[in-house]
Nanobody, 127 residues
Framework: QVQLVESGGGLVQAGDSLRLSCVLS????????MGWFRQAPEKEREFVAA????????YYADSGKGRFTIFRDNSRNTVWLQMNSLKPEDTAVYYC????????????????????WGRGTQVTVSS
């Protein structure tokens, strides 16, 4: 049984940084590509960033390019999302997800490409 646990969310001011973490347990971490999604109130869940099992291929939504960085440490079963220059519109619940599609694929930018989800961590950016 795969479990994903996110942490690192919080309340910050515009321009601040946050680093979200997600730990996978229950299966071998390298079996999965990993992604981050977010959902703001009354909006649909949207893609934020993803990377393949090795971290060799990375994908970013336009909203986060140049500000967000996704990276992983396979020895620690952990994926991070470093978020810089945060904006109020980044306010959302951020979800970590794991996909059995380990290799590069555009499906990693879609929620239906993922098999397991965490419960989310709240990020609130005040103006």
């Amino acid at each position: 049984q795969v479990q994903l646990v996110e942490s690192g969310g919080g309340l910050v001011q515009a321009g601040d940084s946050l680093r979200l973490s997600c730990v996978l347990s229950g299966r071998t971490f390298t079996e999965y590509a990993m992604g981050w999604f977010r959902q703001a109130p009354e909006k649909e869940r949207e893609f934020v960033a993803a990377l393949t099992w090795s971290g060799g291929n990375k994908y970013y939504a336009d909203s986060g390019k140049g500000r967000f960085t996704i990276f992983r440490d396979n020895s620690r079963n952990t994926v991070w999302l470093q978020m810089n220059s945060l904006k109020p519109e980044d306010t959302a619940v951020y979800y970590c997800a794991a996909s059995v599609q380990r290799f590069a694929s555009d499906v990693l930018m879609r929620s239906e490409g993922y098999n397991y989800w965490g419960r989310g961590t709240q990020v609130t950016v005040s103006s």
